[in-house]
Structures are given as structure tokens and as C-alpha cells.
């Protein structure tokens, strides 16, 4: 573990810690904290706007973790987006700040501001393209001009994907060329749900759709070329025989993510870029009804300002149950697991990618618990290995996404070990 100097006492600040996904992310530092050796422990602290939901944070995590001195030994650190004052103050006092506080589009920036101003690196679990990109435009040069590392998406959005391409492409003995990935989440007899500041950010992400095409023109990036046969993409609504049920696009970060770890390893590292599909299965034929019924309605309301203030009051009716107010129970969260499968194909080795078609397929699979808690490891993990293996990480700071950052790192072996599988299939 990174040494922490005199002028910054820990080595992660949890921002946020009192929201939704913040408290699982509470209670995964303090378990990695106390399985560190004594030599190597995890300095920490919470900050937030509430110092009384910060106190509750700490006490309920206490309580489920049999760990009671996490009430009385973690610092918790007053700090709101809105007071840029506290945010400075904050990130002084850390080495890596984890920004749990989202919508990002709405309280994100700041956060990436002070922690660049301030010298203190910054990972979220932000799925909002929109936001990621235009950090990485905005961002990437002050970043590395001060030496800090902004790395987004470190969660369900959008590691099992970015990282499960990295590890499909080192397990395939050839040329990858192409990957479909199939998301599948399976539930218990109650079910399984999201919370609300996840359908938040896909109302007004929905919304804003159309400033992302001209946000990536600002980027000038050139096209990646397509190594071996191209692939075209399936339709919006179709029967995976992978995944034996109804499957449409994923409609989160994750392509935009890994085509930003493909546009960096293709041009720094010169790694043969790979075509990327993701989808997610929904289902059989009830769960199709409800998804055209229910997508209709939203892709009405969320064009006008009326529509979208009703879907993010009534999130519940409007997913027709998918997110809530409340989010998930605990027991819906232990029941559930996710599962990301990836198909890929290419080019055996000595083949030329240039002649003829694909001649080599690959499987792989991602699995691990429910999503909240695969983000909580996650983002942790990320956390311990850019303090750990900062000398493996690229240049010397930036704007990045995960496949990017810790593509010369042992993230995917580390999060094997928490909570996400890696695995080839036959």
C-alpha cells in the first residue's frame, strides 16, 4: 500500500458514503481494510453532506460487519458538491477520492475539478457516456499536467465488460476481432430491482442523447480500422439461441467505454482493436410485452420536461417495478447474480485477418453477485491497485477509462478474488 504523507492522512475518502451505493462500498473498504496486514492497512474515511447519515452509515455498517469500532475510529469529513470550499478540503486529505454521488451530470464535475486542483486521484462508478466523455475532453490534459488519474465507469458500469474484453483477448491465441457480450441477471423468488439514481441518470441521459454525437466530433478522432470481417449489429429485439431468451442492445455505458479502451490500446499500445456488441437478456414473451409498452411511454416522456419530472417522481410505476424510491431489499441483493458471457471470434495464429473469413471462436465468461456489490468490489479494487501498481498505470496521470488505466495491472486478478469470475468457457 502507498505511503501516506503527512499532509494527507488516507489513503481513500468515500464521497458519498451515505448514499445508495456508497454504504456498500462503506462496508467493502472496511472489510478489505481489516484483512490488510498491519503494515499495509487501508487508511480511510466517509464525507458527505450529513454527518448524521454518516454516523448511520458507519453504525449500520458496524453492525452487519461486527466490526464496532468502525462508530468511533473512521473519520467522517463534511463536504458538499454545491461548496467548493469542502470539496478542496477534502481532497487534500486523500490519496484517492471514490465519488459515489451521482447523477454525475449533475453533481459529478465538481468533484473531478477539486480533485485535480487538489492532487488527489479520482475513481467513480459513473454508466452516463455523456459525463465520461466529456471529462475525458475536458479534463485529460489538466489531469495530466497535475499528475492526477480520473478513471470512470469503475463498477457494474462498466468493469465486467471493459476488463471482460481485456481478458477475452489475452485468453484468445490469435487475433480477436469482434466480441458479443450477453448480460444475464438472474433473481430470487423476490425478485431484483434498481435504485432510483440509476433510472435518473438513464432519464436524462435518454434525453440528451443527441449531444453525444456532437460531443465525440470535439474528440477528432479517427475511425478504428476494422481488422477481419465486420460485423453488423443484430436488431433491436431478437431471440439469443446464447442465452436462450429475448435480448435487446444494452443500452448503458458499456460500448461507449470499451471503445475508448480500444481507441487507447489500439493507438499507445498498438493493440489490434476488437468490434464490440453488448446486449442484455430480458426474458421470455411477458417480460417482451412489458418492455414495448413500457419503452414506448418512456421514449414519449422523456423528450418533454413534464414527461421526464413524472419518470423520476414515479420510478416504480414507470419501470414497472425495475427501480425504486428504496432501491433493492437486502434480500433481493443477496439473491441475485449477474452473469456477462462473451462471444468472440478471429484469427488463428499465422493467419493473416486480411484473408478470408474468422476461423477461431472463443467464449468467456464474467459472473459475480448482484450489481451493487460487484460495484463496491469493483471500485475498491480499482482503488487498491492504482495506489499499489501506480507505476503500471499509462503516462503519468489523465482522464481514462478502466481497460485503459489498468490494462498493464492486476486488477482482473485481483478482482477475481472478490466477488467477479473470469472465466473461459468450452
Partial sequence: MATVTSSRPYHVIIFGASGFSGQFVVEEVARYAAETPGGGRVKWAVAGRSRQRLEDVLKR??????????????????????????????????????????????????????CIANGAHYIDICGEPQFLERMQLEYHTKALDKGVYVIGSCGFDSIPADLGILYTQRQFKGTLTAVESFLQITSGPEGSSGHDATWQSAVYGFADSKSLSQLRKKFGHRPLPVVGAKVKQRGFLFFSKEIEQYTIPFMGSDRSVVRRSQHYLYEEEQQSPVQYSPYVGIGGLFSVVKLLCGGVLFWFLVKFSLGRKLLTTFPSLFSCGLFSKSGPTMKQIEDTCISMTFYGEGYSEGSDPTQGRPNTKICTQVTGADGYLITASAMVQAAVTLLNELHSLPRRGGVYSPGAAFFKTSLIERLSNHNLKFSVKN
Wanted: hydrophobic share 45%; with cysteine; glycine share 8%.
Fill in 61 to 114: 455498517a458496524a453492525g452487519r460487519l461486527s466490526m464496532p469500532e468502525l462508530r468511533t475510529d473512521i473519520e467522517i469529513i463534511v463536504a458538499d458538491v454545491s461548496i467548493e470550499e469542502s470539496l478542496a478540503l477534502m481532497c487534500q486529505q486523500g490519496l484517492v477520492i471514490l465519488n459515489c454521488v451521482g447523477p454525475y451530470r449533475f453533481y459529478g464535475e465538481p468533484v473531478v475539478k477539486a
